[in-house]
């Protein structure tokens, strides 16, 4: 891990906040459906000294105060943050019911994690579920379940978040999103029939938006979800191999190329469930084409799915057989199973993540309260050792400046906890004062380097 060096004054000017691009630009449309939103900003102190003349004791303790004032904002300051992390939390809140995104930032020497000022935000709808971040660092997408919408903020330089703009989903029910330098995909729990619902449920789909680059001071927006021409729809549908049962999405992964995305799904038509994953090939212009061979089997009810950085490799958790399966990622976007899979987890695997530099994967069990590190190597995948966590972890990230620390969400723990990873051994140490408080149920994690730089994929 190497970090550059600055000198105290450039540390103690980099703690001056920036504010959002464009700032008049910012909207808060409300939909029909939804009603939306607000948002808040940080706050920081500042200490004046009065005038007067103070005798020699006074002045003594003054100036040992403002020392430790002064050495309280080197320290803190925003140099020694290597990452901000968002956390989202599935509670409602306010008068909006809407979720909250709880803001960590990670400080570079010991990975303790604690939120800045003003944290939490609103998510500025209700049930957020899943969020990513834009390829440059500058836009957190959230999405909000109940109210069937992707609501876009703008990252300050302080990791504040600005809502910018929302969209409504093709389908009903968003669930998981992903993102590339050009496009935004999210899978919908069903898609936009009009006799859907939880009553009467349907099969669910994958929308795709174009993003639009960012131009001077404004930043991305979304396009109109692209139409698939064979169904004549802003939507293409996850179709059970018989056509008729029921399909279940429940995550989604664009490899680190862009070329292909996948997602994970079950039929609930059947008992066991039967896993499945449907590939889709992305074109030039952002349209799917179903890869040859996809759906591909995935044990009993896939929960996680991660990709590594080359795209060759793709690891999916199965949470009804507790395993993690493994697959090569061919030239075509075909996966062919490798051998060992699946690799044994704890009691109900619910997440996976790969380490985008260094050769390992980790893996969330839910009911055992642990991570299972696993090294890699040609895909196959051996175990580290758990390391426990809070109660019912749901999401895992890693930091994307270092690839240094690791980081869980515990749903019904309502915390996060923080570890240093071994770039060397794949082993896990309890970052400092780990485990850190999060608001209730928290859902998924996402993370920027600070000021945008650092060695994480790019995407």
């Known amino acids: 891990m190497k970090f550059n060096k600055t000198s105290q004054l450039q540390r103690f000017q980099s703690c001056s906040t920036r504010e959002p691009r464009s700032q008049g630009a910012f909207s808060s449309p409300v939909s029909p459906l939804t009603g939306l939103r607000s948002w808040g ?34 320290t803190a300051c925003s140099t020694l943050t290597v990452d901000f992390v968002y956390v989202t939390s599935s509670t409602a809140a306010g008068v909006n019911n809407y979720g909250l995104i709880d803001v960590f930032e990670i400080d570079s020497m010991s990975g303790k994690m604690r939120q800045i000022p003003s944290s939490p935000f609103p998510s500025a709808g209700r049930l957020p579920v899943a969020e990513a971040v834009s390829s440059d660092n500058q836009d957190l997408f959230v999405v909000n379940e109940d109210d069937n919408n992707i609501v876009q903020f703008v990252i300050g330089s302080d990791g504040k978040l600005y809502p910018f703009n929302t969209v409504n989903t093709p389908g009903i029910f968003p669930m998981a999103v992903a993102a590339t330098k050009t496009n935004l995909f999210v899978v ?20 795709v938006y174009p993003i639009n680059a960012a131009s001077g001071s404004n930043p991305i927006t979304l396009g109109t979800p692209l139409t698939n021409n064979a169904v004549g729809a802003q939507y293409w549908p996850l179709t059970a191999p018989n056509g008729s049962d029921i399909i279940v999405p ?48 995935a044990g009993g009810q896939p929960t996680g799915i991660a990709s590594d950085s080359s795209s060759t490799y793709l690891y999916v958790t199965d949470f009804a057989h507790n395993g993690v399966l493994a697959y090569t990622i061919g030239s075509s976007g075909a996966l062919t199973t490798i051998s060992g899979s699946p690799f044994a987890t704890g ?20 009911i055992d309260a642990t991570v299972t590190a696993y090294s890699m190597s040609s895909g196959v995948l051996t175990s580290l050792g758990n390391y426990t966590v809070g109660t019912d972890p749901v999401a895992i990230g890693i930091d994307p400046s270092t690839e240094h620390f690791l980081f869980t969400a515990n749903f019904l723990g309502n915390t996060v906890n923080g570890f240093e990873l071994s770039t060397t051994a794949g082993t896990l140490l309890d970052s400092q004062f780990s485990p850190y408080t999060a608001s209730t149920n928290p859902t998924a994690v996402a993370a920027i380097p600070h000021k945008g730089g650092g060695a994480g994929i790019t995407k």
Do not use: E
């Open 41 to 74: 900003g940080s706050k920081y102190r500042l200490l004046r000294n009065q005038k007067g003349r103070l005798n020699s004791g006074t002045a003594l303790v003054l100036a040992a105060a403002a020392s430790l004032l002064a050495a309280s904002l080197l």
């Open 188 to 207: 919908d729990t069903y898609q936009p029939l009009p006799l859907c619902s939880n009553a009467d449920p349907c099969s669910g789909s994958i929308a």
């Open 250 to 297: 429940t995550t989604v992964n664009v490899v680190a190329s862009g070329a292909y995305v996948f997602v994970t799904a079950y039929d609930s038509s059947v008992s066991p469930h039967v896993g499945y994953i449907y590939g889709f090939s992305v074109g030039s212009g952002g349209t799917l084409s179903a890869i040859s061979g996809s759906p591909f089997a």
């Open 347 to 366: 009691n109900q695997p619910s997440a996976v993540v790969v380490d985008p530099v260094y050769p390992y994967v980790y893996v969330t069990n839910a």
